[in-house]
């Protein structure tokens, strides 16, 4: 048995300036027997932003839907999507999604609830999806999370969250187009930016690391730095800049692992309901015990971005709540073991773990 990951990676990739004005032919052989194509569209963009839905090339079949991500997904909103199409189509040519990270999650997650039956509750964990989903493609209109190239869809379920991990997940195109991320706030830029800053840092620190994962995660890296640090101004170049990192960044942990920060911001995504960019963003402002140097540049892409990162957010929390993020925490191994490798159990006690959370 070999114990090499066999990398299941996207199936096509366009990138550029007014990529998305191709979509149309794109989806053109994947539209089949007058089945509709479902855009599945982040709802910031529902009220005429950035003129994006005007764009898209929707057919006479064809329907929209705005994701609601106010909240991360939930493996009930996926149900709940999968269910109305069936009930109103049978089957679909293909969802697009079209947003931030928690869009491109929803837009796998409903594809493969198209065709695989029960709840997608069921499927969280590794490698319990039977069936390919219908055709997906994801259109990312926010730069870091790397969801456009993972083999994971992250969602709340009713005990656990958990991804669907899966080699049926990866997108089967993916359309890379700058254009759409620019203008975003810029703390919803910096938080979702800081997520790949942060992957890079958690990657390239870790024991998992090897020359896959470097090569990209150094890339990355670089490209955060010149984008975070070394501009002046955000511009296009900025924007470019930044989408490449995203999609490099979520290339190097594929063949590796996260680290501290995440493993730390899924306590608070459990108990507070706190957002995976900002998240990661509160946590990593206190680790420099963990990643000193990455830790000090973090705050000096803080300072110059002028983003805010919040600060106690777990102030007055029960002995029970933190008790409740630290089980979550600790329970998310691999990344625990890429951070501090195999003595980790020995290395972030519970105490280590409750001090850190109170200092958040
Ligand atoms: P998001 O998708 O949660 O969106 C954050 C906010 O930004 C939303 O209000 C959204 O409407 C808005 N938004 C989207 N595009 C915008 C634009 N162009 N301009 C202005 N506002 C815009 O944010 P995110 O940080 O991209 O994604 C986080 C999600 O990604 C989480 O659900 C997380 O679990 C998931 N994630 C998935 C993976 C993966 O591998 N599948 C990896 C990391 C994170
Ligand atoms: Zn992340």
Redesign the pocket.
Known sequence: MSSFRNFKMIGYVVFGRGSFNQLNDILKPHRKDNRPMVFLV???FENG??GLVKRIPVQENDKVIFAD??Y??KTTYVDSIAQQLKDEYGTVSGVIGI???????LA?AVSLMMTNPGSSADYQGWDLVQKAGVYKAGI???S????EV?R???LTGPTRKL?MNSDFTPFDQIVLDPE??A???VN?RF??GM?CYIHCIESLQGTYLNEFSKSYGEKALELCRKVFLEKDTWDEESDDKLMMASYAG?MSIAYSQVGVAHAVSYGLSYLLGT???IGNCIVMNQLEEYYPEGVAEFKRMVEKSGAEIPTGICKGLTDEQFDTMINVSLGMKPLWENALGKNWEQVMTRQKLRDLYEKL
Not at 99 to 105: C, P, Q
Not at 144 to 147: N, R
């Open positions: 982040d709802n910031y932003a950035n991500v106010t991360e997904p947003g931030g990270g928690s869009t491109l999650d796998k990312p209109t926010l870091g999370t790397g969801a993972s994971t869809t992250v991804g759409l991320i203008n975003a706030p919803q938080y979702t997520d979520g957002k995976h960019g």
